[in-house]
């Protein structure tokens, strides 16, 4: 499995505190006015994955309170250099699909956090539509 970020936001340190491993480096650095990474006054200026000491365990992935850390199928982690296993925030963030707005964003789900946190669409229902399967052994 991998770890991919959607967004390296104000509360990215959370997921390295939660590392029991400490493979994930984080550096914060503040928001201005003139430059906006994140809703908040801080954001992820350094964001780094080491998967040479990653085990795996998905710690970060529960302390990550914006939903922005989840697991893949990817397992099949090598590469020919060491240097090439160190994640940083550019190769961790996932595309834009159709229809996403580029973060930073305000909120917009639901009339508080809650509602936010749960990830429902404007229709209020849980989006149920999978991936489709790729290469998948029938």
Not at 29 to 46: K, L, M, Y
Not at 83 to 99: H, M, N, R, S
Request: one cysteine or more.
């Amino acid at each position: 499995m991998a770890v991919t970020s959607s967004t390296a936001g104000p509360t990215a340190w959370k997921s390295a505190w939660a590392c029991p491993a400490d493979a994930i480096y984080v550096e914060g650095a503040d928001n201005t006015d003139e430059q906006r990474f994140s809703p908040g006054e801080r954001f992820g200026h350094v964001y780094q994955i080491n998967y040479l000491r990653c085990i795996f365990c998905g710690m970060c992935i529960e302390a990550c309170p914006t939903r922005a850390l989840t697991m893949t199928n990817e397992f099949k982690l090598a590469d020919k250099t060491r240097g090439k296993l160190i994640y940083e925030k550019q190769d961790l963030l996932a595309p834009l699909v159709t229809g996403m707005e580029q973060p930073p964003h305000p909120r917009r789900l639901g009339d508080d956090e809650t509602d936010y946190f749960l990830g429902l669409p404007p229709t209020g229902q849980p989006d149920t539509r999978t991936a489709p399967e790729q290469g998948a052994v029938k």
